[in-house]
Structure formats: C-alpha cells, structure tokens
C-alpha cells in the first residue's frame, strides 16, 4: 500500500489553449471580443482597496439583490459564485445524491463527466440526433437528475420553452438544471417556468455574455428551497466564494442594461457575418444561438484545418471525440477576426 493509492484518479478538463503570446487570433474559448461596461471598469477602478482587510458579503447578497431585480425574482431566488463553473459544481454536489444515475446529452459540456466521476455520482450520456439536436422524449426515464445545456455546447443549437417544458413535465421527481451560459445570444431562458416548476434550476454565467470571463462570476435562479441548499452545500466547504471587487464589478455590470444590449447586438450579426462566409465557403454548420458555430467541411479533416490555422496565429477549438471530430468550435470575434479567418480559410481551400 502506497501513499499514491490514495490519489484521485481522474481525467480533467481540458480548457481552450491558452497560447502564451499576444500577437494572435484566439477564437477557441467562447470569450467575448468587446470589452465589459466602462461601469464595470469604473466600479474596479474606484474600490477602495482598505476594504480588501474585510470578508465580502458571505452570501454576495448585493449582487444577489442586483440580479433579482433584474429577473423580477426575490433575492432567496439567486445563488452567486465564482462563475456558473463553480456553481454548477455545487450543484452536482447539492442535488445527485440517488443511486440512480443523472442524464444528460452524450454531446454537451465536458465538465459534466468530470463531476460526475469526481463526485462518484452515477450518470448516463443519452445521444443527441443526428443532426445534433437533443431530443426530449429520449428523457422519459427514471433517473436521478436531468442536466441540459440550453444552447448546447459545442453545438450552438438552442430550443424553445416547450422544449424545457417537455423535459421538466416527465421529471417533476428530479432535479432539472438548465445551464444557460449562452442564452443572451438568442437562446430561450427557461425563466417563464420557474414559478411553475419547483424541481428547475437554472444556472448562467458573466463570463460570455458580459465579457467577463476573468472576473469568475456565475450564478443560480431556483425556488427558496433549492437556493438555501446550494448555500448550505457552499457553507460547508467555503463560506467566502466571492470577493468584494466581483461582487462591485458585477453589480456594476447588471446595472448598465443598454451596453449589454448593444454588445450582444454587435456579436449576433458578427455571428451571421462568421457564418454566411463559412458557408461560402462550403462549410456546413447548424444556425447558432450562442457565440460560437460548429462547423463541419466534406473535403477537408477538421484536424488539419486547425493546425493550418494556429501555424497562421488563428486559434480554434477541436474535440478528438466520436461524432464531432470532423467539426470545428469557432467562436464569434471582431469583424476584423473574422475576415482574417475567412482570408485564412480561403487560402487553404485553394
């Protein structure tokens, strides 16, 4: 017997590469290419750093009270943490505690098996159709608990309210979480359901659609319930998870409504823009509701695609796994990204 017995055995997730330069394209984490709210810059900016001596708010209950307002919620509605990554981690933690095993899409967010084999929770991966869409009958089965990404990841494809409806209405037993980390790029919230339904929790994120992706601020809408038990599955561990300058930025951030609109705006027709030109390109890809594409070429291996694409500084993302390793993740940038990546495509098709 050894100490390395003892060892947690397990494969993690692997994050975008993150190229240790800064002349170079990087479209391979789903960040936002604009800058958060001058708000928010203002917000870090004017701290008054004497106060970092103090603990935050141990529950961020003015940021909690910022998104309630917001949603129309009450404040025991909202969950805050160090981004939906560590909410949703308390979440498998909080929630999967059966012997039956959660479900969710064997094509979706990686981190869920990572959690669950971490976790020793007991799952199974239902497949998606052929053309990528989840479909919600196939969640007609017992189970421990349901985890739907709504848009999807790597795939884009968002559904509609009857979608989650369908989902949620065959499992009032088990806890559903909608993980909505793309919704503000055209997906549907299941926010209408939640007073319909107490078994929902939705879970969304600052880090795409707010552009900040390194301040670590993700959160939770769910009944009272279900809230006071994330917070006691939090208290358990770390009772402090967010710092006072996230807490400030966000709030900052929730508070400057029209600047959100406009960006989510600028990167929704840079992602028609993306996609028109792959698909001149010969490209096939189902339309997005996130900020990314998933696209696919018949003539030519997704694989030598981007490395001919990271020799030219242009980074995207590409999974070795069954069924999508012929497709690309490309991530919404600039205009001026994006031209460079159509220039780049059309050379090497040629």
């Known amino acids: 017997m050894s100490w390395k017995d003892n ?147 790597p795939t884009s494809i968002g559904r509609g309210l009857d979608f989650i409806r369908e989902i949620l209405s065959c499992n009032r037993e088990s806890i559903v979480i909608v993980d909505e980390a793309y919704v503000d790029f055209g997906g549907t919230s299941a926010l209408p359901l939640l007073k319909e339904y107490e078994n929902l929790v939705i879970t969304q994120t600052f880090s795409k659609s707010r552009s900040m992706a390194g301040m670590r601020i993700g959160y939770a809408l769910g009944n009272s319930e279900i809230i006071s038990t994330l917070f006691a599955a939090k208290d358990s561990y770390n009772s402090y998870p967010m710092d006072s300058v996230a807490i400030a930025a966000g709030i900052a951030s929730v508070e ?45 291996a997704a694989k030598d695609i981007c490395e001919y694409l990271k020799a030219k500084d242009i980074y995207v993302r590409y999974f070795s796994k069954p069924r999508i390793d012929n497709r690309l993740r490309i991530t919404v940038g600039t205009d001026g990204e994006i031209d460079k990546l159509l220039d780049a495509l059309s050379d090497y098709l040629k």
């Open 7 to 153: 060892l947690i055995k397990i494969q993690p997730y692997t994050a975008g590469e993150q190229p240790d330069k800064t002349d170079f394209i990087k479209l391979n984490a789903n960040e936002n290419p604009y800058p958060p709210s001058p708000k928010v810059i203002r917000a870090i900016r004017e701290f008054n750093g004497e106060n970092l001596k103090k603990y935050p708010s141990a529950d961020a209950v003015p940021l909690r009270n910022a998104l309630a307002k917001r949603f129309g919620l009450e404040c025991e509605n909202v969950f805050a943490g160090n981004g939906s990554d560590d909410v949703l981690a308390l979440c498998f933690r909080a929630f999967f505690n059966s012997e039956r095993p959660i479900i969710y899409p064997d094509i979706t967010y990686s981190f869920y098996l990572v959690w669950c084999e971490m976790l020793k929770i007991p799952y199974e991966t239902i497949p998606v159709d052929d053309n990528f869409n989840i479909r919600a009958e196939d969640y007609r089965r017992p189970n421990g608990g349901v985890v739907i990404a709504n848009p999807n990841a």
């Open 256 to 300: 400057d409504e029209d600047y959100f609109n406009r960006m989510i705006s600028r990167v929704v027709s840079s992602r028609e823009r993306l996609t028109a030109g792959l698909r001149a390109l010969g490209f096939n890809l189902p339309d997005s509701s996130a900020n990314f594409v998933f696209a696919e070429h018949s003539n030519h």
